[in-house]
């Protein structure tokens, strides 16, 4: 069971949602040496401690992210910028 949990509308085409996903796992690449990859819809992501998924869909996108034990403690912190970070990229429906 993911540790955070976030689910956003969109008022973007699949394609500019996916556009806007693949943006955001280049900023998570380079800002926190993280490695992505997509499977179909799904684009999946992880690094030391922390694993998860950003799914696209045709009106909303859902970000479900498992911490490890370091990471735990610090999970509402992560959830706050996760949570502001996909209000911004994909703004509401």
């Known amino acids: 069971m993911a540790d ?3 689910m956003q509308p969109h008022a973007l085409s699949l394609q500019q949602a996916k556009e806007a996903a693949q943006q ?3 900023r998570m690449a380079d800002e ?3 490695a ?3 499977e179909d819809n799904v684009l999946r992501f992880e690094r030391s401690g922390l694993e998860g998924s950003l799914i696209v869909e045709a009106q ?3 970000v479900d ?3 490890g034990g370091f990471f735990k403690s610090f ?3 992560i ?3 996760i949570g502001r970070n996909i209000a911004k990229t994909f703004g509401g429906a």
């Open 65 to 67: 992210i498992t911490l």
């Open 4 to 6: 955070i949990s976030i």
């Open 32 to 34: 926190y040496d993280m």
């Open 60 to 62: 909303q996108v859902q």
């Open 36 to 38: 992505t990859r997509w």
């Open 24 to 26: 955001v796992a280049e």
């Open 79 to 81: 959830e706050d910028k």
């Open 75 to 77: 999970a509402p912190m």
